[in-house]
């Protein structure tokens, strides 16, 4: 796992960094209802910071802070976020700390993470399959984005299908 860790939470004042970050691939990630502008944008994040039912982390790889994570939990379900700087892209980082993000929700009780993306986000869809997790459904015409309806699929992952597929992969 390199030198990946994750750190809670994410630095607040950090997240000016995070909204560069993300900005450059919103089609792939942000619907047209999520703010687009950094005052909304950094609103939305700042709030969710101080809610007790979101958990954050920064995401390390040394001393370079390149990630933030964030999960919205609803009693044993988590339904985890992320961000990452260009640099930090790929399964070294963006999987490992998930992985560390997951582990840490699921040993304080979550019992299922639940993640979405559109349904052409093959990027998105390929992580979640090196995660582990399967897809489970399809929600038709969810959302909006750049004014045109597509489709949200949904994935899934228990924290028993997590621990099986760790042992038998042996990670």
Request: aromatic letters at 14%; one cysteine or more.
């Amino acid at each position: 796992m390199s030198d990946v860790r994750i750190e809670e939470p994410f630095p607040l004042h950090r997240l000016p960094e995070a909204y560069d970050w993300s900005r450059r691939y919103w089609r792939h990630v942000a619907h047209d209802g999520i703010p687009k502008n950094f005052d909304e944008w950094f609103v939305m994040h700042a709030t969710a910071l101080f809610d007790p039912c979101v958990r954050s982390w920064g995401v390390w790889r040394g001393d370079e802070l390149g990630g933030f994570l964030w999960a919205v939990i609803d009693r044993w379900i988590a339904r985890p976020h992320c961000i990452f700087k260009r640099t930090f892209w790929g399964y070294e980082t963006t999987l490992a700390s998930i992985r560390l993000g997951i582990d840490q929700v699921f040993r304080d009780g979550v019992t299922k993470i639940e993640m979405w993306c559109y349904e052409d986000n093959a990027r998105a869809m390929a992580l979640y399959r090196a995660l582990g997790c399967v897809q489970e459904g399809c929600l038709s015409r969810q959302v909006r984005r750049d004014g045109e309806y597509t489709s949200m699929n949904i994935w899934g992952l228990s924290k028993e299908e997590e621990q099986n597929g760790r042992s038998s992969n042996g990670s």
